[in-house]
């Protein structure tokens, strides 16, 4: 027994040896969630829900089209960089890459995705439930390529992050009559932070003790909404922020609980996001932007995917000026913002 607890000492120290010559801070990012952070695996599924075509990523490495719903970087490419490793985090079923990518970095968010498995059903994309079985084949697949004891290693110091929640709200209470029939907008709440608390554990059970859980956005002054919002004169719709905002709460609520409840575990929630968002909304000039109302792709109102196309006249010509790149989604500037106003709190928790 005493051999065994000096080899794991010996073990441990080396790898930590190995992170300080590279400097990074934890050996990799793993990435669930929906568009905020899919980093492409949507290209080769059967969905309408794509991006890996211009004028997409016409600002990331090489102009690429990669799958990201921006164009370019998302926030856990940004996490990353800042965390000491690669400039990007990617797509577990993007064929470019392999496990020797996936070893310090990997994604398996799907655009479209929610907490809801009838979220996901609305267009075809991953549910959460598939996110986590691609994760327990990465586990094999990782154990193979770097051996049981470094994996498991880099399976527990990973930081994990984790955001969706907006297409539960935007692409399916609000929209189908099914789960209005069955829950009031907080009964939906309060489900979803079920369903969240349940996904937490699972990937706890999994191995995870380190991970950064997002909350939704202002997402009644997403393009989209605010196109929507005729007689309230194309402002944001509050209403949909106040439920956001009630439901980081709840988030809150459940992040302090299983902190309490699982033993080393270290949740973090980034509440300042939604702030952050919301003022870069409401006083874009205080960041450098020109334009918070409308997004950069075609008219700015209501294209995303497809619609987001490169032939359209209107799609503006430099993306730096705008907090939206298409009508749900900011640009490469605008997350660079965000994640700007949220990496402190998150290398001084998990570095």
């Known amino acids: 027994?005493?051999?065994?607890?000096?080899?794991?000492?010996?073990?441990?120290?080396?790898?930590?040896?190995?992170?300080?010559?590279?400097?990074?801070?934890?050996?990799?990012?793993?990435?669930?969630?929906?568009?905020?952070?899919?980093?492409?695996?949507?290209?080769?599924?059967?969905?309408?829900?794509?991006?890996?075509?211009?004028?997409?990523?016409?600002?990331?490495?090489?102009?690429?089209?990669?799958?990201?719903?921006?164009?370019?970087?998302?926030?856990?490419?940004?996490?990353?960089?800042?965390?000491?490793?690669?400039?990007?985090?990617?797509?577990?079923?993007?064929?470019?890459?392999?496990i020797s990518d996936f070893a310090t970095g990997v994604c398996f968010a799907s655009a479209g995705t929610g907490y809801d498995n009838a979220t996901s059903d609305v267009l075809n994309v991953i549910p959460l439930w598939k996110e986590v079985e691609y994760y327990k084949d990465y586990q094999s697949k990782l154990r193979a390529y770097l051996g049981h004891r470094k994996a498991n290693y880099v399976l527990r110091e990973a930081l994990y992050l984790v955001s969706l929640g907006t297409n539960d709200f935007l692409e399916n209470y609000y929209i189908f009559p099914l789960r209005q029939s069955e829950f009031t907008v907080e009964q939906y709440q309060d489900f979803l932070v079920g369903l969240s608390g349940n996904f937490l554990r699972e990937i706890y059970s999994l191995g995870a003790r380190k991970i950064s859980l997002t909350g939704l956005p202002p997402m009644g002054c997403l393009p989209l909404e605010r196109a929507t919002n005729i007689f309230g004169n194309h402002e944001c719709i509050e209403d949909y922020n106040k439920v956001a905002v009630n439901f980081n709460e709840k988030l809150k609520g459940l992040v302090a609980k299983l902190n309490q409840d699982l033993p080393e575990l270290k949740l973090v929630f980034t509440e300042s996001m939604y702030d952050i968002a919301y003022q870069m909304i409401k006083k874009p000039a205080s960041f450098g932007f020109d334009v918070a109302g409308v997004a950069c792709c075609s008219t700015g109102t209501f294209e995303m995917s497809y619609l987001c196309s490169k032939s359209n006249p209107l799609t503006c010509t430099d993306a730096n000026k705008y907090v939206f790149w298409d009508a749900f989604h900011p640009t490469e500037r605008a997350n660079k913002v965000i994640v700007d106003n949220i990496v402190g709190l998150l290398l001084k928790e998990f570095s």
Request: hydrophobic share 45%.
């Open 1 to 98: 027994m005493a051999n065994l607890y000096i080899s794991w000492v010996l073990f441990t120290q080396l790898v930590l040896v190995h992170f300080a010559k590279t400097g990074a801070k934890v050996p990799a990012i793993i990435v669930f969630g929906d568009s905020t952070v899919d980093a492409g695996n949507n290209n080769v599924i059967s969905t309408l829900l794509k991006s890996n075509f211009q004028p997409y990523g016409r600002d990331f490495f090489g102009g690429r089209p990669t799958g990201r719903f921006s164009n370019g970087r998302i926030p856990p490419d940004f996490i990353s960089e800042a965390f000491g490793l690669k400039s990007f985090v990617p797509a577990y079923l993007d064929s470019m890459y392999s």
